[in-house]
T-cell receptor, first 114, second 116 residues
Framework: AQSVTQPDIHITVSEGASLELRCNYS??????LFWYVQSPGQGLQLLLK??????LVQGIKGFEAEFKRSQSSFNLRKPSVHWSDAAEYFC????????????FGKGTKLSVKP | EPEVTQTPSHQVTQMGQEVILRCVPI?????FYWYRQILGQKVEFLVS????????KSEIFDDQFSVERPDGSNFTLKIRSTKLEDSAMYFC??????????????FGSGTRLTVV
């Protein structure tokens, strides 16, 4: 069955430090992969998506993610974290056999220390 | 930037009561979705809606759930007889096109439903 795993429930980084949020997926073919961010009281905002082409994808707010088929991973990175990046981050994969259905991971909560 | 608007932000209801969660999608979007997130669990797909009918639904979306686009702007989720396990955050989303790999979604900020 398709699934998305985000192994880290909560991560704390210092402001200015680099960030990597992990995402592993289970999918039989080339997946469509997404990262969303949810700030407190806000909706889920799309950061970036991948479905073909260059495996390093640039997104909004200075985020990037790299698709690694051999590792079934789509990790999210940012070279220098800002306090405003504190939020919950969700990885998702497009469901097989569905054009519009997304399967989400449980999310990783990011806290940023001053 | 266009937004998906959900009301109310928080609703408390008694078990067995009917609730209607409301959403105003982005005006030029044609595809509409409901997802839910039970506290501490994953965001789960409930239903997608296009051209005034359900295009996909999950196992969660049983007979107690229904969706409607009663006018040109609103998109509603009705839960007929709420159960304690329906307590969750419900997200509405809309999309310009039906292929999520091209369009992604725009999500609303959610309605937190608490069933007591």
């Amino acid at each position: 069955a398709q699934s998305v795993t985000q192994p880290d429930i909560h991560i704390t980084v210092s402001e200015g430090a680099s960030l990597e949020l992990r995402c592993n997926y289970s999918y039989g073919a080339t997946p469509y992969l997404f990262w969303y961010v949810q700030s407190p009281g806000q909706g889920l905002q799309l950061l970036l998506k991948y479905f073909s082409g260059d495996t390093l994808v640039q997104g909004i707010k200075g985020f990037e993610a790299e698709f690694k088929r051999s590792q079934s991973s789509f990790n999210l990175r940012k070279p220098s974290v800002h306090w405003s990046d504190a939020a919950e981050y969700f990885c998702a994969v497009g469901a097989r056999g569905s054009q519009g259905n997304l399967i989400f991971g449980k999310g990783t909560k990011l806290s940023v220390k001053p | 930037e266009p937004e998906v608007t959900q009301t109310p932000s928080h609703q408390v209801t008694q078990m067995g009561q009917e609730v209607i969660l409301r959403c105003v999608p982005i005006s030029n979007h044609l595809y509409f979705y409901w997802y839910r997130q039970i506290l501490g669990q994953k965001v789960e797909f409930l239903v997608s809606f296009y051209n005034n009918e359900i295009s996909e639904k999950s196992e969660i979306f049983d007979d107690q759930f229904s969706v409607e686009r009663p006018d040109g702007s609103n998109f509603t989720l009705k839960i007929r007889s709420t159960k304690l396990e329906d307590s969750a955050m419900y997200f509405c989303a809309s999309s310009e096109g039906g292929q999520v790999r091209y369009y992604g979604y725009t999500f609303g900020s959610g309605t937190r439903l608490t069933v007591v």
